[in-house]
């Protein structure tokens, strides 16, 4: 009965592809009635392997949740800092006569030697675990040939990682997955670019529908600011991917962007620190996910800028307070704000700016560091949202292009983590958000061809 409807279900036409489908669904839906165990996908960082000591630390985390029964895939990073080292030694040796291509099989011996130790050493302690080698069939993560920064093929990599992986977990085996590499459909090593690893993970607990995502590294998670930086931060104990974004947008990086594009919608990433000895320790949880491309939206209401001009303005907190609890009293919310030294814009929904506007001028008379307010006409909020723009050059000066193009003025914008905030003539919005649409459309084109070009993501 379940059979037959799995296979009408299947849409793919060619046999094999459909078969594969079936047999996931169904391995899936085997794993969870007949045993229901928990599944975790669990990947170790570079430094949470950087020697003997540490491997057979992690090796011994992961065998005490294989003991309670737990289903678990390891991914590994490369030991330390080899991929670094590798990538010096390459380019001392060869300089720019490297080829992509050859760069990424040596790369690859990084992780594919972690891997092999961290399966022995997971055997030493009594369990099934199996290396999975580039080279061998078996191989789950399929890519383009995009070298040194290499592109998932998704619905491949998910058949690969469901065909070749379920198996193995449906016998008590662990599978020990060298994270950041790939190969294509050809056969050839690729990687994933820096930090690739994580996206190995979120590809495997994607294929899987996995429970979690353990993120082993050397910090305890996520904490409220950088301690280099500040004194007394705490950990933050949960947070969605689009604040993490948000957060690396200062430069840094707790999961690479690429990855983070790769990320399961519903699986939750927990960080830890391997150095604690248990994956069952505090960390960080990610939740969420980002989406995937650049974006327009448009708020649906009208909005309108309030500026206010005078001197000194960004140091008079005095004057800040006063507009914000007048925001308070009328309950209004403040959409977004531009300051510097003499001039402030607040950008209010245009229903509520009627009731606002008293209180403003009271505080205008009041202080006599600022000189006068002014309205501007009714204006359209439009949101350019991406995981990449902070990382993509020119598409500040690209969009505004587009609008200038169609004598389109911009009456205000400003960015903030993701996003791109501009404002417009809120009769023109229509046309502002199509030409924009279209201005993304054309950059993820570039993007792609750029990344063709294997212009390697940071
Ligand atoms: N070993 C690779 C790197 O250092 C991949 C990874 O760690 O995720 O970038
Ligand atoms: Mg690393």
Known sequence: MVLPLLWALAEKTDKQTKFVRVFSVLHVLGG?????????????????LANGEKIAKAAKMVAKKLKEGVRLVVVVSAMGKTTDKLLETVDSALGSKAKPADVDDILSMGERTSARIFSTALKSLGFKAR?????????????????????????????SIRRNLLPLLENGVTPVVPGFIGKTVDGRITTLGRGGSDTTAFLIAHAL????????????????????????????????VEEL??????????????????KPEGIDVKIVNSAR????????????????????SINESPVVAVTMVGKELSKASKVMLDLFSKLEEKGIDLLGMSIDHDSLIMYLPENAVRDVL??????????????????????????????????????????????????????????????ICLFVEW????????????????????????????????
């Open 32 to 48: 969870v009635i007949e045993i229901g165990n928990k599944m975790l996908v669990v990947k170790f960082g570079g430094s949470s």
């Open 131 to 159: 290396y999975i080698d580039p080279q061998s069939e078996e191989w789950p993560i399929i890519t383009d040939d995009s070298f040194m920064n290499a592109e998932p093929i998704l619905d491949k990599s998910l058949d």
């Open 209 to 240: 529908s996995a429970d979690e995502i353990i993120l082993a590294t050397d910090v305890d998670g996520i904490m409220t600011a950088d301690p280099k930086l500040v004194k007394d931060v705490r950990k933050i104990g949960e947070l969605k």
């Open 245 to 262: 974004i948000g957060l690396t947008n200062s430069g840094k990086k707790f999961i690479h962007r690429k990855a983070l594009r790769y």
């Open 277 to 296: 000895g248990d994956l069952d320790v505090d960390g960080t949880i990610i939740k969420g996910s980002f989406p995937r491309d650049l974006s327009a």
């Open 358 to 419: 008293e209180g403003f001028h009271e505080v205008v008379l009041k202080s006599d560091r600022v000189l006068a307010l002014a309205v501007s006409p009714k204006l359209a909020l439009i949101r350019v949202r991406g995981a990449y723009l902070s990382e993509t050059p020119g598409v500040l000066n690209t969009v505004s292009e587009a609008l200038y193009s169609q004598g389109l003025n911009i009456y205000g914008v400003f960015t903030i983590t993701s996003s």
């Open 427 to 458: 009769g023109r919005r229509v046309e502002a958000l199509k030409t924009l649409e279209e201005t993304i459309k054309q950059l993820r084109l570039e993007e792609e061809a750029l990344r063709k070009d294997n212009k390697p993501l940071t």
